[in-house]
């Protein structure tokens, strides 16, 4: 028979999924809150929420698996017939638990109740091909040309783009409350740094009206430009707009 | 009288796989035509929206209205006169459809079937050649006889494949003739190599596996027998760089004149950007493919194995395709993203399509495959570790190892961008949870692939040690010790200091440049670790050395990379392929250099037990099938994203689909075909082994003159 301390390994891998839950469900939207300096939590999402727990629960069911021996000793824990007390209490708070939290589960998500849909969010929409072979002017230019052309594009950008994008390019601009999904902040690395010029020349010229049928459901409330601005103006903004927000963007690589 | 019962067992059999195909068939026909009757309108809106010029392929391209739905023009059949109809001009066809079918359903299904028994006939003999070897040097005939049991498979899967291209080749020319037509246009001469190198291959395939018998006895014998295997693996491999070349063109054309379709150099559209990459990436993904079905095969066996011989046979060779499966499977992230870099170079538009763009979700179930992947593996060696006497001593790692693998997944497996309801988007505040925002971007996904590399090779090496006790002394080791040492040190040295020179050679800007010095400097402090190691185990503290040499690779091409990642991604993204190819060559370098050490410094090391063949759980077995059913997944979904990517031409840029399945398929959509292909593969592979195996039921009922209880001499040789 095992010995004493293996015998409540169902219990170690219940409580160390309960750890996880609770760490996912209230400290991390705590410990987020004070990491980003944010005056509310940032409770982790559902999707996340659900796919973290299961990866968890495969991760105990693995290591209760990995030996003969620790299997046993997983299932030994719910038969009866061992004689220690506190296991014999333990087993029955197990057994009248678990339908219990079934019933819980079975109940929240069956009763009605009223929430917008889950949306699989794409990143980046498509491209339409007239714009891909498009070539900044400026990025071509000497240095001093482009430096003349990131300042008059910050001009342009502080004109145009900060009342929603923020004066840094960080999406705290004044409007930027009034989205319900604010502004992208551009000094996120994720961002506009990851594709090139000419994705921001058709993103700023055509808008959310003008994003692709497949693009969908990327919601944006982006003003389409082109009634309002030149080509070579939408130019400068791009320019202006990587070096206010302090990066670079994706640029062609020499084919080898 | 056994024969008329196994055939009526598999019609009445066949009646519930027909019926679970049609349960799939169904719905996609269906579906297909509510679609078809959509498309044409919709295209020619799209087509008229746009009002773009784009480069066209002037190959008479006539618009889908003005044909019927057999490709044939358009008459006025009320009207029409045989003499009319003889003087009628022949307009060219552009697409039919097949039997009613959708024409790219159809090739998508063929294609990816011949292409997943194809990887299957060019991955196994790779490694039924080496094991052959590792046999004939060893002297060890279990070796040799499951290397012919592979080729017997083999021979078998041969024909279907061969089989299932004709298929495919047929599919192609009458439902895409103009297509086709520019294909042949470019390829023409290939086309013969291929048909030149298939004879070859069917040739030194047949021979290989028939003259298996007669060429043994002597060691000349025995060596034209190995050659010939080298040949057959030259022939499959040609084919399949023939194939890719065609393949990877039409993503990434070279040597046309776009706008006309004029050949200028086949040369350059045989080896077009994404040729090698992809030649590359199949080549080791065939081997992994390979070894997990073969690991699937020794699982059935065992399951249905009547003797303990039996069961001990198939657990080794369960072993030994689930081993050759993880060590290409280690190599396999590495090639995958020279791949996706390469298609950035190709269309930085194509790599956001790939990665950001419509595509980017089936990443993220690409992730939990290869996360199933990693840990089925893991789970596989853990297991193993039960019929090896000592392996006690090692166990208490897997707790941490567990964590460590599945902390990463769970980074691994984060999207960038989340699925959100509204009200959650609100209450977070912003575009990005803090969970997707620093885990849902390449430098973290690169930064814990290689820690689950890491943690995989760890678990092999506790693995490998569990039957081993004492060691003899590095300094005792003799001559090939040190020889192996020092080899595997320049080599190390070579791939890590070569590459730190070259990158002082880079041609950025000055103010890009500088973000390469943090990779040269990381790149010679490995470079000392792995001297450290070296030195270590010269003095006889080989596992102070490999603990030193894991430390500083985790803490370089991890924890501080995964932070640069970040760094470079900001101000200068160019650096980034130079920061992979420095991690890469970082893990490698552990890899290699650990690996070593641990065989030597383990060389004559006391035995602590045998390794039981055979004492195995049930649940290894069935992770083994589920090893193989996830590769095929994988295998039919990263056909699928290749393929995609092109959205809607059949050659990027130059030559446009304008047939009414030119929409990229949801993932619902996606979901059920690839569900369909996998079924149809893992049935029809489950056929040709059964019939592989009928003609030997009787004689291969009791395998004999093997001893299963192996020494650790016995298990070295299998590395």
């Known amino acids: 028979m095992a010995n004493k301390r293996n015998t409540f390994l169902l219990i170690w891998i219940l409580t160390a999924i309960g750890c996880l839950f609770v760490f996912l469900k209230y400290a991390s939207p705590k410990i987020f809150q004070v990491l980003m300096a944010k005056d509310h939590p940032m409770p982790t999402p559902s999707t996340l929420m659900m796919w973290y727990m299961i990866m968890g629960v495969l991760a105990g069911l693995v290591y209760a698996t990995t030996s003969n021996q620790k299997f046993a000793d997983f299932l030994s824990f719910l038969l009866p017939g061992s004689g220690h007390v506190i296991q014999s209490f333990l087993r029955n708070m197990l057994f009248v638990a678990f339908p219990v939290l079934v019933g819980w589960f079975v109940y929240t998500w069956s009763i009605p109740g009223a929430a917008s849909p889950v949306e699989l969010r794409i990143q980046h929409p498509t491209l339409p091909q007239d714009f891909e072979k498009l070539e900044n002017p400026f990025r071509q230019k000497d240095d001093q040309a482009q430096r003349k052309s990131i300042e008059e594009g910050k001009i342009l950008f502080q004109t145009y783009c900060r009342p929603c994008h923020g004066s840094k390019a960080d999406g705290n601009g004044p409007f930027a409350n009034s989205f319900r999904l604010r502004p992208i902040n551009f000094q996120d690395p994720g961002t506009i740094a990851t594709v090139v010029d000419n994705y921001l020349f058709w993103r700023i010229k055509e808008g959310g009206p003008g994003l692709p049928s497949e693009a969908t459901p990327w919601d944006s409330a982006m003003p389409s430009w082109k009634d309002d601005l030149k080509d070579d103006e939408i130019w400068m903004i791009i320019m202006g707009e990587y070096d206010t927000a302090g990066v670079m963007p994706r640029q062609r690589e020499k084919q080898e | ?719």
């Open chain 2, 1 to 719: 009288m056994n024969n008329v019962k196994i055939l009526l067992m598999v019609t009445k059999k066949s009646a519930f796989v027909w019926l679970f195909i049609l349960s799939f068939v169904l719905p996609l026909t269906l579906s297909q035509k509510i679609f078809a009757s959509e498309a044409p309108a919709q295209v020619a809106q799209e087509a008229a929206v746009s009002g773009v010029e784009l480069p066209q392929f002037e190959g008479g391209q006539v618009s889908g209205s003005s044909q019927s739905s057999e490709g044939q023009p358009a008459t006025d059949v009320g009207t029409t006169t045989a003499v009319a109809a003889e003087e009628e001009e022949i307009v060219p066809v552009q697409y039919r459809t097949f039997f009613g079918i959708d024409s790219r359903l159809v090739v998508w299904i063929v294609s990816e079937l011949h292409l997943m028994f194809a990887a299957f006939v060019l991955g196994v003999p790779i490694f039924a050649v080496i094991v052959e070897i590792v046999g004939f040097k060893g002297g060890d005939i279990k070796y040799d006889k499951m290397a012919k049991e592979f080729t017997k498979l083999l021979s078998a899967a041969f024909a279907t494949t061969a089989s299932l291209g004709g298929l495919l080749a047929f599919c192609l020319f009458g439902l895409y003739p103009e297509f086709m037509g520019h294909m042949t246009n470019v390829f023409a001469p290939t086309m013969y190599v291929y048909a030149l190198l298939f004879f070859g291959e069917a040739f030194t395939l047949y021979g290989y596996y028939y003259s298996w018998d007669i060429l043994k006895g002597t060691a000349a014998k025995k060596w034209f027998h190995i050659s010939l295997g080298v040949m057959l693996n030259l022939f499959g491999t040609g084919l399949m760089f023939i194939t890719n070349s065609w393949a990877t063109y039409m993503m990434s054309p070279a040597g046309i004149v776009p706008a006309t379709g004029k050949v200028l150099s086949m040369y350059q559209a045989v080896y077009n950007l994404l040729w090698m990459p992809v030649n590359i990436h199949r080549l080791i993904a065939n081997v992994c493919f390979g070894g997990f079905v073969v690991g699937a095969y020794a699982a059935v066996k065992f399951l249905g194995a009547k003797t303990e011989e039996e069961r001990a046979h198939y657990d080794w060779m369960g072993y030994v395709g689930n081993f050759i499966g993880v060590g290409a499977l280690i190599p396999l992230p590495f090639a995958g993203y020279w791949l996706g870099r390469e298609v950035y170079s190709a269309s930085p538009v194509m790599g956001n399509i790939m990665m950001g763009g419509a595509f980017s979700w089936t990443f993220i179930i690409q992730a939990i495959l290869i996360g199933m992947l990693f840990i089925g593996v893991n789970y596989y060696l853990w297991l193993g570790m039960g019929r090896i006497k000592g392996s006690e001593r090692y166990t208490r790692f897997i707790k941490y190892l567990i964590f460590v693998i599945f902390l990463c997944f769970a980074v691994w497996l984060t999207p960038h961008n989340l699925p959100l309801s509204g009200e959650e988007r609100a209450m977070i505040g912003e575009q990005y949870h803090p969970f997707s925002k620093y885990f849902g971007v390449m430098a973290a996904k690169n930064a814990v692939v290689n820690l689950i590399i890491l943690a995989t090779f760890f678990s092999f090496l506790i693995y490998r040690r569990s039957n081993k006790g004492e060691m003899v002394p590095f300094s005792e080791q003799g001559k090939a010790g040190k020889i192996g040492i020092f080899s595997a040190l320049i080599f190390c040295l070579l791939m890590l200091v070569s590459y730190a020179v070259s990158l002082n050679f880079v041609e950025l800007d000055a103010n890009i440049k500088v973000f390469v010095n943090p990779l040269i400097r990381a790149l010679y402090i490995q470079a000392f670790a792995v001297c450290l190691a070296a030195f270590l185990t010269f003095k006889n503290k080989g596992k102070l050395g490999q603990t030193l040499l894991f430390a500083v690779t985790a803490g370089i091409a991890v924890l501080y990379f995964w932070y640069y990642g970040f760094q470079v991604m900001q101000k200068a993204n160019l650096v980034l392929r130079y920061l992979s190819v420095t991690q890469v060559a970082i893990v490698m370098s552990c890899l290699i250099m650990n690996a070593i050490i641990d065989v030597f410094m383990f060389r004559k090391a006391k035995l602590v037990g045998g390794i039981v063949w055979g004492k195995m759980p049930v649940r290894s077995q069935y992770t083994l099938l589920l090893l193989c059913i996830v590769i095929v997944i994988l295998m039919g979904l990263m056909g699928f994203i290749r393929s995609g990517l092109r959205m809607d031409w059949h050659i990027y840029g130059v030559l446009q689909d304008t047939s009414p399945w030119a929409y990229t398929p949801t993932l619902s959509y996606m979901g059920r075909v690839v569900g369909l292909i996998v079924v149809l593969f893992l049935g029809l592979v489950t056929f040709v082994f059964w019939l592989a195996n009928l003609g030997e039921k009787k004689e291969e009922a009791k395998p004999k003159g093997y001893n299963y209880e192996v020494s650790g001499d016995d298990y070295g040789n299998a590395h």
